[in-house]
């Protein structure tokens, strides 16, 4: 007789209805929605809710429903009519302090939200949204150190009383010196600050000077950190835009992915994320005439020629007192009834900006804004894209008291107040970067790849249970559940993981459904088998199971180490059929094995047979 014991049978049991509650979330379906969450990044509260249902009905905007998840507000609409004039009017409604969003929201019952059941994460080309692909410009990363170092060396060297001039020659420094003993503690500092730095020297004829150059190894290390740094910055600028399951990767040497899943305002999404807000803290130039330096086409020696946005020119000092690196929070606000950002540095910048207003009280000092793009010009009759840097100056101050850690900047419109602090608070880049590739899936076909791939699977699914309850009659229709089984329990997985499904993940899912068969047809042969030799029915049903293991578990194993190998080195797409692929051979060889021997035990096992419907 073949029966399982009690806790097998219950583990089953237990599986089986784990795996539908898991799964159910994915019938419902999604709205489009609007969220609002706060600019600074906190959760919402209740009485946002209640301020925007108010706000909704006041306007006759009907909508679905209102919920808090996750510390973000959802409010769902019947159509995009209504979600469009309802973003319009919250985005008024609430002003700076909230951040209004686009988006498509799940459909899923209360009581399933309470017990933190979500539906699987589609992916860009399912859900619909933006797809952007940019460049880090690595050659600016080094420039930026660099520029960095210059200043460094220039106030390190000055506050040591050593005369110095320092200059960028080529792809390093030259910092000339007075004296033979001016160089010899110029390098000594100098290595004592970066030991790895390159540092040569030029003695004779009267002249001191030393070459300052980054290692070949520095220059990895900064392109590498460039790299993640920018994809850290795109991670907390999309999180800033409460974007849901979005996808920020880096591809390549050079490339970062950034998939925005349900996006439905690519403008947007594209200025927050593409935007480099730059900002430089400088002194303003008292000594010399703007107007003079602009005529002659050229600064004075130690300031550069800058000009305010309404055209205006201004000097400000070469020398840097604090960057937009060194900034630790940034809200927007109002100060004297016009649009601020009030913003807080770290511990190094706070000392050089408290330093540097002691110092220069009642002196201007300028807010330099500084953004990186690439434009088409022509050369030799062809279109090609170079970089330009657009500066100006955004706020020219007079330094009324002594501040270091906190302070604000004006000077900005309420949009550019608000796009800037998110901005600054989402962090810098490393380097710039420029977008290379943008595509937009619409929510329509997305919804259209959904249909054709749930059309795949149905077929699929079909035919195979078709097959099998043909040819192998009870047992098919055992394999027929089984397979049923596999598929709530592969759903049910990417629920629970929150796994993104793409259209090569259904690719995926149709694989597993073959895969899964193909492990019930090996244990149905083998008891055809068992019962051409003579065996008993029982023992054939025993036999089959105990001795097709091993061949099911090498081939899923074989294959699962693919599966693992693609998920590893491959990108987007691959990834996830990879991820589907490997879930979907753990629950066809449950199903296939423990599932339908379940079954077949429970119907068969305790029963005398002198045959078997197979």
Do not use: C
Not at 30 to 56: C, I, S
Not at 297 to 317: C, F, I, M, N, W
């Amino acid at each position: 007789m073949n029966r399982n014991p009690v806790w097998k049978n219950v583990l089953v049991l237990v599986a089986a209805l784990g795996g539908l509650l898991l799964a159910l979330p994915n019938l419902y379906g999604e709205d489009p929605a609007v969220q609002v969450t706060l600019e600074n990044g906190q959760p919402v509260e209740r009485g946002v809710a209640v301020r925007v249902e108010e706000a909704l009905q006041r306007e006759g905007i009907a909508f679905r429903s209102a919920f808090i998840d996750d510390g973000r507000l959802l409010v769902r609409f019947d159509g995009v009519e209504q979600q469009l004039e309802a973003a319009d009017m919250l985005r008024r409604e609430l002003g700076n302090d909230f951040v209004v969003a686009l988006t498509l929201a799940p459909r899923t019952p209360a009581w399933l939200r309470a017990l933190g059941l979500k539906p699987m994460s589609l992916g860009l080309d399912l859900r619909g949204g933006v797809h952007f692909l940019y460049e880090v410009d690595m050659d600016a990363a080094i420039e930026q150190v660099l520029e960095r170092m210059e200043t460094d060396f220039a106030t390190l060297l000055r506050e040591e009383r050593i005369r110095r001039r320092v200059q960028r020659v080529g792809d390093g420094l030259r910092i000339e010196l007075a004296s033979a003993a001016d160089l010899e503690r110029a390098e000594e500092l100098i290595r004592d600050g970066d030991p790895e730095l390159d540092v040569s020297r030029e003695a004779g004829g009267g002249e001191y000077a030393l070459f300052v150059r980054l290692t070949e190894e520095q220059i990895r290390q900064r392109q590498d950190f460039a790299i993640e740094q920018n994809t850290t910055t795109l991670r907390n600028r999309v999180d800033e835009l409460g974007v849901a399951e979005p996808v920020v990767q880096r591809q390549g040497r050079d490339r970062i992915v950034v998939q925005l899943p349900g996006v439905q305002d690519p403008a947007q999404a594209e200025r927050v994320l593409g935007a480099t807000a730059t900002l430089d803290f400088r002194l303003v130039d008292e000594e010399n005439d703007p107007y003079e330096a602009e005529r002659r086409g050229r600064a004075p020696l130690g300031s550069e020629l800058y000009k305010t946005r309404d055209g205006a020119p201004v000097l400000l000092k070469r020398e840097i007192i604090v960057t937009g690196d060194q900034l630790t929070d940034a809200s927007s606000g109002f100060s004297e009834g016009s649009p601020a950002v009030f913003v807080r540095l770290d511990a190094k910048g706070a000392s050089r900006m408290l330093d540097t207003t002691r110092e220069n009280l009642n002196k201007g000092m300028g807010v330099v804004f500084r953004e990186d793009k690439r434009e088409l010009v022509e050369k030799d009759g062809v279109l090609v894209e170079v970089p330009r840097t657009v500066e100006e100056v955004i706020s020219v101050a007079t330094i009324r008291g002594v501040f270091s850690s906190s302070f604000q900047i004006t000077g900005l419109d309420v949009v550019e107040a608000r796009d800037l602090a998110l901005l600054l608070r989402a962090g810098s880049l490393a380097a710039p970067i420029y977008k290379v590739e943008e595509r937009t899936i619409g929510p329509s076909l997305g919804q259209d790849n959904i249909d054709r791939g749930f059309r795949a699977v149905s077929i699929g699914f079909l035919l195979v249970i078709i097959f099998t309850s043909i040819y192998y009659r009870a047992f098919g229709v055992i394999a027929a559940i089984a397979l049923t089984m596999n598929l709530v329990f592969l759903i049910a997985l990417m629920s629970l993981l929150q796994a993104a499904l793409t259209l090569p993940g259904i690719a995926g899912i149709v694989l597993t459904v073959g895969m899964a068969v193909d492990a019930n047809v090996l244990i149905f042969e083998r008891i055809r088998e068992e019962l051409r030799n003579g065996n008993s029915p029982q023992a054939s049903i025993s036999a089959g199971y105990d001795k097709a293991f091993s061949s099911i578990a090498d081939a899923n194993i074989t294959t699962l180490i693919a599966a693992v190998v693609l998920f590893a080195f491959g990108t987007g797409p691959i990834k996830g059929f990879a991820v589907t692929l490997s879930l979907g051979i753990m629950t066809s060889m449950f199903s296939a094995i423990v599932g339908t021997r379940t079954v077949v035990n429970l119907i068969f096992g305790a029963r005398r047979l002198s045959s078997l419907p197979i």
